[in-house]
C-alpha cells in the first residue's frame, strides 16, 4: 500500500521565479492539503483540496495556487517567489468524512519537497 | 496569542523517565486534537488522535481537557528512539477553521 508520496524531494530556485510541487495521495484517499514547514516551526496549512475544489485555504496569498486531479493527485504552485518561501512543502492525505466533519479528519503526510529560494 | 502553543522545549531526559508534554489551544470551537512525531528532516507522522476519554496506546497517553482547552502526552519509560519533535495539531471547521499545528516540542532521550 503506497503512502503519500511528493515530487520532487529538493529544488532549487532564484527569486521571481515560478514553481509546481507534485502529490500522490495514499491509496484510498481523496482529500489533500498542503502545508509550509519553515526551520523550527511547525507546519502552517496553505489550502485543502477535496472533489477537485479548493476547500479550505490559510493565510497565504494568491501567490500560492493548486489544482487537484481526478485522480486525487494535486499540485501546489508558488508564483513570483521570494526568499521567505524558502521552506518544506508538506502534502498530507486523508478520506473525506471519516470523522464525520470536512477538514477534521486524520491527515498522512507524504515526505516532502525541500524549496530553497536564493 | 497563538492559536495552538506547546511548552518550547527541549526536553532533555535519561533513558527510562516519564515526560509530559503540555498544549492549549485557543478556539472553543476546535473539534479534532492529535500529536504527530516529527523526526529531523523528516515528515510529521500520526501518534495517535486524542479523545475526551483518553487515548492509551502502549507507553503514550493522551489527555484532552474540553473545558480548560488542553491537551496532553505522556510519555512513560521513555527510550533512546522516542527523541523526536512532537507536535500538537487542532483541528475544526466552523467559521473557517482550518488545521492549526503548534511548535512543537523538542526531546531528547539520553542513555
Known amino acids: 500500500d503506497a503512502g503519500v508520496t511528493q515530487s520532487p524531494t529538493h529544488l532549487i530556485k532564484t527569486r521571481g521565479q515560478q514553481v509546481t510541487l507534485r502529490c500522490s495521495p495514499k491509496?484510498?484517499?481523496?482529500?489533500v492539503s498542503w502545508y509550509q514547514q519553515a526551520l523550527g516551526q511547525g507546519p502552517q496549512f496553505i489550502f485543502q483540496?477535496?472533489?477537485?475544489?479548493?476547500?479550505q485555504r490559510g493565510n497565504f496569498p494568491d501567490r500560492f495556487s493548486g489544482h487537484q486531479f481526478p485522480n486525487y493527485s494535486s499540485e501546489l504552485n508558488v508564483n513570483a517567489l521570494w526568499l521567505g518561501d524558502s521552506a518544506l512543502y508538506l502534502c498530507?492525505?486523508?478520506?473525506?468524512?471519516?470523522?464525520?466533519?470536512?477538514?477534521?479528519?486524520?491527515?498522512?503526510f507524504g515526505p516532502g519537497t525541500r524549496l530553497t529560494v536564493l | 496569542r497563538k492559536e495552538v502553543e506547546q511548552d518550547p522545549g527541549p526536553f532533555n531526559v535519561p533513558e527510562g523517565a516519564t515526560v509530559a508534554f503540555n498544549c492549549t489551544y485557543s478556539?472553543?470551537?476546535?473539534?479534532?486534537f492529535f500529536w504527530y512525531r516529527q523526526d529531523c528532516r523528516k515528515e510529521p507522522k500520526l501518534l495517535m488522535s486524542v479523545y475526551s476519554s483518553g487515548n492509551e496506546d502502549g507507553r503514550f497517553t493522551a489527555q484532552l481537557n474540553r473545558a480548560s482547552q488542553y491537551i496532553s502526552l505522556l510519555i512513560r519509560d521513555s527510550k533512546l528512539s522516542d527523541s523526536a519533535t512532537y507536535l500538537c495539531v487542532v483541528t475544526g471547521n466552523t467559521g473557517g477553521f482550518k488545521t492549526i499545528f503548534g511548535a512543537g516540542t523538542r526531546l531528547f532521550v539520553k542513555a
Open positions: 478556539n472553543s470551537a476546535s473539534q479534532s
Open positions: 498530507a492525505s486523508s478520506i473525506h468524512g471519516t470523522s464525520g466533519r470536512m477538514g477534521t479528519d486524520t491527515q498522512y
Open positions: 491509496s484510498g484517499h481523496d482529500t
Open positions: 483540496y477535496y472533489e477537485e475544489e479548493e476547500r
